[in-house]
């Protein structure tokens, strides 16, 4: 009988009906707490399902001697610590791509929403009603409106998530450059993207959308000096993580009239009442677009999280190697 301990949140995974196997021994623990007590709780599990930013330090995993598989039920695996386990033998596995679509599909919504100016419209015709509608339909046939089809996009990043975009950007027909560390020819020549600089991506581009992780190389990236090389009403998307962007830098671009920003991440995350991007001025809010991080946890996504998580507990369980590990073994 598999024994796995989980400091997930039972909401998440139990509000969708993901059957597991009824001889399982799955049992939520009293999580957070401290790490002698996640010790005691999972001592005798073979699996800890955990959420994406749980901790599980090396001081639990070098005390945990039956556990094999450390599973995230998300994407997200960075609070476990990968060589800790690696030295014990214990596999750590993500969720990787779960909610790839659904964050693509919402970064082209957010696009859309910029192009067509439908922050601007929607705030003039809720303040004014009637005459705010008249007022924003002579502001579109005096300014002109463009399809995506004719939008340059840039992709920085070409994951998953990034893989997804540009699948999803295709009936366009729009023209799609991406940057990456890592050239990927094939996808190139598959679905007609092309490979730039990031200083290239800032020239060419109209739409720049960004599905990076926060690294040193990346943290902040979306700034003064980036924004400077960035065509006049260039159109920043950003899904990923709120730490790329320096947020008084886009407030400041906003509120100046020189680019459009959608986003659904921000940092710190809850969000401060003070941060410059909610108070920016009418000509910002005006080309400002905002989720309150909700790209991935539709219910489809959080229905695949706990199927993948179960099916790579099988795994471990008929003796099988699991897949998506992220720790090397």
């Avoid at 099916?311 to 008929?318: A, L, T």
């Amino acid at each position: 009988m598999l024994k796995i301990r989980s400091t997930c949140n039972k909401n998440y995974v139990e509000k969708f009906g993901v059957e597991r196997p009824a001889e399982w021994d799955y049992q939520y623990i009293n999580y957070p707490c401290s790490d002698e007590e996640l010790v005691e709780q999972c001592k005798d599990a073979d699996v800890i399902h955990c959420g994406p930013v749980d901790f599980i330090r090396k001081d639990v995993i070098d005390k945990l001697e039956n556990v094999k598989l450390i599973q995230s039920l998300g994407v997200g695996f960075d609070k476990i610590d990968l060589e800790a386990a690696k030295a014990k033998g214990i596999y750590v596995c993500n969720n990787r791509g779960v909610n790839a679509r659904p964050v693509a599909e919402l970064a082209v919504a957010h696009m859309l929403t910029s192009l067509r100016r439908m922050p601007e419209a929607d705030m003039k015709i809720k303040e004014k009603g009637a005459e705010g509608f008249k007022e924003s339909y002579k502001e579109f046939t005096e300014k002109g409106q463009t399809e995506m089809g004719s939008r340059v996009i840039g992709l920085i990043g070409l994951g998953a998530i990034g893989h997804e975009a540009a699948k999803l950007l295709q009936p366009f027909d729009c023209k799609m450059y991406y940057y990456d560390v890592v050239r990927q020819e094939a996808f190139e020549k598959e679905f007609n993207v092309e490979y730039a600089s990031l200083d290239e991506i800032y020239e060419k581009c109209n739409i720049i959308s960004y599905h990076v992780p926060v690294l040193d190389s990346t943290r902040g990236m979306i700034n003064k000096e980036a924004i400077d090389k960035m065509q006049q009403d260039a159109i920043i998307v950003n899904v990923a993580r709120g730490d790329l962007m320096n947020n008084a830098d886009v407030a400041d671009a906003l509120n100046a009239g020189k680019i459009f920003a959608a986003i659904d991440v921000i940092a710190p995350e809850p969000p401060k009442d003070d941060d410059p991007l909610f108070h920016l001025n009418e000509t910002g809010l005006a080309r400002f677009s905002i989720t309150p991080h909700i790209a991935g946890t539709t219910d489809d996504s959080f229905m695949r999280m706990s199927q993948w998580s179960y099916d790579n507990m099988k795994r471990i369980e008929d003796g099988e190697k699991p897949i998506n590990i992220v720790n090397g073994l």
